[in-house]
């Protein structure tokens, strides 16, 4: 049975899809973070695998089955020390064609399948990517959580876990932020009952800082339901700085607009904050954009890219639309 691969390889989650050659669905599988920088390579290699090998289980194919396969790989082609590492992960799970892209690309032919548009993932970290109409690539940010990734979960986490720090120094007038980083303190000490706020020091040293950091991401958006003014003010700032980062990748690619407002689309953790989404997308209404929901999620993204290595155009339309229309709910 011929079958395409696509695997989307995040800082927090991996997910695979297999599909016949015309665009079913055959089997789909989820695992952790395969981030090789963050994670480690042998964490990756065994969150790939046993993703990749439950996706073919339940399609009940073989590697051999495998045409072509794309894997989106949190930060390939950023990371230059890593391109090593993630080639040969790669090379251990799969056999024959293969592609390799960064994780935001397949989210955008996902949102996007084919055409133009630009989306804002905002994760664990954040990176703005536009296609024009000649299907041309540009991108804005990505650049990892010490120099870049403004807007990212891991910026309002660190934005916020400084904030709380103020305030248990006595710099800053306590809030609710000093109380939600004891409660998350005392959730991630297992069960010891401890809420001292200095456990958050040893966790933020050695391996997986940086999904710990972005995980207190969620409970600034808390306490900006609850109505705290610092925590509201980092979230709004957030939203202000992917939509910069939106703005600078439009201008490079150059989309035309005519008439139409060019589509923007949103993808990532962040964007279950209400208040993070909802003044994005106040913004992006407000400038000539259009806000759309994704058309499919990035595994699927990464799954037509694979299958436009293979297909003629009119495999890949129909590809396309069997894929779109059996898929459009995940």
């Known amino acids: 049975m011929r079958c395409f691969l696509g695997v989307d390889s995040g800082g927090t989650k991996t997910k695979a899809v297999v599909t016949s050659v015309d665009g079913i669905t055959l089997g789909y599988a989820l695992a952790g973070s395969t981030d090789i920088v963050n994670a480690g390579r042998k964490n990756a290699v065994l969150e790939i695998c046993g993703c990749v090998n439950t996706a073919m289980e339940m399609a009940n194919v073989r590697i051999g089955d495998i045409e072509f396969s794309c894997f989106a790989m949190s930060g390939y082609g950023d990371v230059v020390s890593a391109y090593e590492d993630i080639n040969e992960v790669v090379d251990s799970v799969v056999s024959g064609s293969r592609l390799i892209i960064n994780d935001v ?32 690539i540009f991108r804005t940010d990505g650049w990892g959580e010490h120099i870049g990734d403004i807007g990212s979960a891991y910026y309002i986490g660190q934005m916020g876990l400084r904030e709380a720090f103020k305030s248990y120094d006595g710099r800053s007038t306590e809030g609710e932020l000093l109380r939600k980083a004891r409660e998350y303190s005392s959730e991630n000490a297992g069960n010891v009952c401890d809420a001292d706020i200095k456990n958050i020091i040893d966790s933020c ?43 600078a990748v439009v201008r490079k690619s150059g989309i035309k607009s005519g008439d139409k407002k060019i589509k923007v689309s949103l993808t990532g ?10 003044r994005l997308i106040e913004r992006i209404s407000g400038e000539g954009f259009e806000y759309v929901a994704p058309v499919l999620s990035p595994e699927y993204g990464a799954v037509i890219i694979a299958a436009s290595c293979v297909l003629d155009e009119g495999g890949l339309r129909v590809f396309l639309s069997n894929l779109v229309e059996n898929n459009c709910d995940r």
């Open 105 to 136: 690309r397949a989210a955008l032919e996902g949102a996007f399948p084919l055409t133009a548009g630009a989306i804002v993932l905002a994760g664990t970290g954040a990176m703005c990517m536009a296609k024009n109409e000649s299907g041309e």
């Open 269 to 278: 953790s962040v964007f279950n904050s209400e208040i993070v989404k909802s």
């Open 205 to 247: 040293k050695g391996k997986n800082i940086r999904a710990y950091i972005a995980g207190f991401g969620k409970k600034v958006d808390e306490a900006a339901e609850s109505g705290d003014a610092t925590a509201m003010g980092i979230l709004e700032d957030a939203a202000g700085e992917l939509f910069a980062s939106l703005k």
